[in-house]
T-cell receptor
């Protein structure tokens, strides 16, 4: 158990819908990262927050947004969903932005868009 | 931009034997971090081992060790005394000291034969 929690574990929804994925980082970790794992694209970085502020953006679509709240949990919002958005979405956390200790991943949320 | 290449999509090893997974990366930076993550069938991403580029000594974690060749930009993972529970996808990842998102390779699927 990495200490990072994600809910829900599975999500099935229809095209055009909107969903929210939730992540709670490990106790004491200030930095939260979102990654998308799909069969054809591998693991791709979406966005990073540090202590409530957006720090880095990767290949995140405009239909996707995220935020980190004062209690440090984070939410990833996916809207106008398309079939291609079906993937495993991971949240990871680290103690700070420069830690060499690595990022610890949650169990992921498997999103299926039908 | 940094890239990570894992040239072995699949590998297999006999139980109790040793196997080495290859990883190369491309970067113009002198200071960075390298990681190996394991993803078993549960899909959880588990940090296996990490290496700071400024350290010449190769990292070791129990049966897992790395061969870090900075000049060659090579970072291979050696698994000794392979166990059935080692069967998984293994991802090599790079992280810049300055930028915090992980850059992943495509992964190597390791099978362990009893």
């Amino acid at each position: 158990d990495s200490g990072v929690t994600q809910t829900p574990k599975h999500l099935i929804t229809a095209t055009g819908q909107r969903v929210t994925l939730r992540c709670s980082p490990r106790s004491g970790d200030l930095s939260v990262y979102w990654y998308q794992q799909s069969l054809d694209q591998g693991l791709q970085f979406l966005i990073q927050y540090y202590n409530g502020e957006e720090r880095a953006k990767g290949n995140i679509l405009e239909r996707f947004s995220a935020q980190q709240f004062p209690d440090l949990h984070s939410e990833l919002n996916l809207s106008s969903l398309e079939l291609g958005d079906s993937a495993l979405y991971f949240c990871a956390s680290s103690v700070d932005e420069t830690s060499s200790k690595g990022q610890y991943f949650g169990p992921g949320t498997r999103l299926t868009v039908t | 931009a940094q890239t990570v290449t894992q040239s072995q999509p699949e590998m297999s090893v006999q139980e109790a034997e040793t196997v080495t997974l290859s990883c190369t990366y491309d970067t113009s930076e002198s200071d960075y971090y390298l990681f190996w993550y394991k993803q078993p069938p549960s899909r959880q991403m588990i940090l296996v081992i990490r290496q700071e580029a400024y350290k010449q000594q190769n990292a070791t974690e129990n049966r897992f060790s790395v061969n870090f060749q900075k000049a060659a930009k090579s970072f291979s993972l050696k698994i000794s005394d392979s166990q059935l529970g080692d069967a998984a996808m293994y991802f090599c990842a790079y992280r810049s000291v300055r930028n915090t998102p992980l850059v992943f390779g495509k992964g190597t699927r390791l099978s362990v034969i009893a």
